[in-house]
C-alpha cells in the first residue's frame, strides 16, 4: 500500500510541474531542459519529498536520487554533467542499466555483471573485472555521491536476505574502496527481496532481482560549480 501511495504522489507532482511547463519551448527542449524547468517549478521541495518518501518505501537508488533535486538552472547544469557520466558508464561497462533520473543515475547491474559466490557475499572475478571498469568513470567523475544498494530474490527467509543483501553492498563498496574511491563518497544499504523488478515466480525474473542497484548525485562541489555556472546561489 505506501508503494502504491508514494509512486501517486510522485505523479502527482509530476503532473503540477509539467503544468507550469506546459509551454511549446519546453515541449521542443531536451530532457535536461525539461528537467531544469521543472526544477524551476518544483525545485527541491519536490526531491526532497519524493526522496523522503521513495526512501521508507524502498526503491533505494531512485529515492537516493531524487531526493538530491537542487532545481533551477544550477539543476540543469547538472543535468548535463549526468548526461555526460550516463553515457560513459552505457559505453564502458557491458550489461549495465542505466537510467538518468532528475538530477542523478540510476544504475542496476544485475548478476550478469556482478554476481557472487552463492548465499555469499564475495564477490566472482567476473564482477571484479566489471566493477573495474564502473571504478574508471567513478574517477573520472569525482565530483557525485554514489549509494550502493544490494538486492535479493525472495528465495529462503526474509531476515537472511535482507542481512545477505547488505553485506553484498558493503562488499561491492570495500572493493571499490580497495581500488582507489574515497570511502566519503559512499553509501551502502541491503533491501533484501524489496523492490522487485521482476517476477520471482521464474528463474529469470528471480535472477533479475538478484541485483546491486547504484544511485550517482552530484556532491557539494558538484553543485557550487553549477551554482557558479548558471548565476544562481
Known sequence: MRKIATYSLASLLLATSIGFT????????NNTQRG???????GAIIGGILGNNLGKGGNGALGAVLGGVIG??????????????ARKIEETVPGAQVERVGEGIKLILGENSVNFALNQA????KAKTNLDKLIIVFKDEPDTYIDIYGYTD????????????KKRAASVKQYLVQKGIAASRVKTDGLGIADPIASN??????????????????????IQDAQNQSGTY
Do not use: P
Open 154 to 165: 525472495n528465495t529462503g527467509r526474509e531476515e537472511y536476505n535482507l542481512s545477505l543483501s
Open 122 to 125: 564475495t564477490l566472482t572475478d
Open 201 to 222: 515466480d521464474t528463474e529469470s525474473g528471480r535472477a533479475q532481482n538478484r541485483r546491486v542497484e547504484f544511485g550517482i548525485r552530484a556532491n557539494e562541489k558538484m
Open 22 to 29: 506546459s509551454c511549446d519551448s519546453v515541449k521542443n527542449s
Open 72 to 85: 533551477g538552472a544550477a539543476g540543469g547544469v547538472i543535468g548535463n554533467n549526468m548526461d555526460r557520466q
Open 36 to 42: 531544469a524547468a521543472i526544477g524551476a517549478a518544483g
